[in-house]
């Protein structure tokens, strides 16, 4: 199988700007203390990056962003949904962005213990509240499968224990079933195709 090709940024190195290959990328980098650069799929993902800085792309997927040269593109506004947990079950946030901006428009946590799944299901219902208070119908993007699924069932079916601990998160999850149950009709929740698309624009990159 032929190897994909990737292009990489040098932002700071003998030379700076845009390679077609690593080894023309590496003979900048190699040595230089202090360089900044990162390997993109597409000339096109590669010089977007270039114009907008390391600033905005350091500890950040490569991917980030691939959804603006895709052939299919997400429906614009919307909004993306992303949790993150330390380990299966430790302390747990989520967060939402607009797809097109990445301005994070809301953000919970951390709470003291709570799972990845259990995050995703509410930054999904948050995100649904969040349009509904404003009138808007913009779709809600996620790229979990399980979530994704409470969601469309109107119930969280996750195996968190119910302890002290992980009182305030399940007492956001008896909101969050509420108000589905209360709005039976809502915004649409999509899948974010993450092969397509790269990562989704609100995660967290802990990955």
Request: net charge positive; hydrophobic share 45%.
């Amino acid at each position: 199988m032929r190897e994909r090709r990737r292009f990489y940024v040098v932002w700071k190195g003998r030379k700076t700007g845009v390679f077609p290959s690593w080894e023309a990328a590496r003979a900048q980098v190699e040595g230089f203390s202090g360089a900044q650069y990162k390997g993109f799929a597409s000339r096109e993902e590669a010089e977007r990056a270039w114009r907008e800085g390391y600033a905005t792309r350091a500890g950040k997927p490569a991917s980030l962003g691939r959804w603006r040269t895709a052939a299919r593109k997400p429906m614009l506004p919307g909004l993306a949904v992303d949790a993150a947990a330390s380990g299966a079950r430790g302390p747990m946030a989520y967060r939402g962005v607009r797809v097109e901006s990445g301005e994070e428009v809301f953000r919970q946590g951390p709470f003291a213990v709570g799972t990845v799944n259990i995050g995703e299901f509410l930054a999904i219902v948050h995100a649904l509240a969040w349009l509904e208070a404003r009138g808007l119908t913009w779709p809600v993007y996620s790229d979990s499968r399980v979530a994704r699924g409470w969601v469309a069932k109107g119930r969280c079916n996750s195996r968190l224990p119910r302890t002290p601990e992980t009182e305030a998160v399940w007492a956001l999850v008896a909101r969050a079933e509420a108000w589905l149950a209360a709005h039976p009709e809502h915004a649409p929740v999509l899948a974010w195709e993450t092969r397509l698309w790269g990562e989704i624009p609100a995660d967290f990159n802990r990955k």
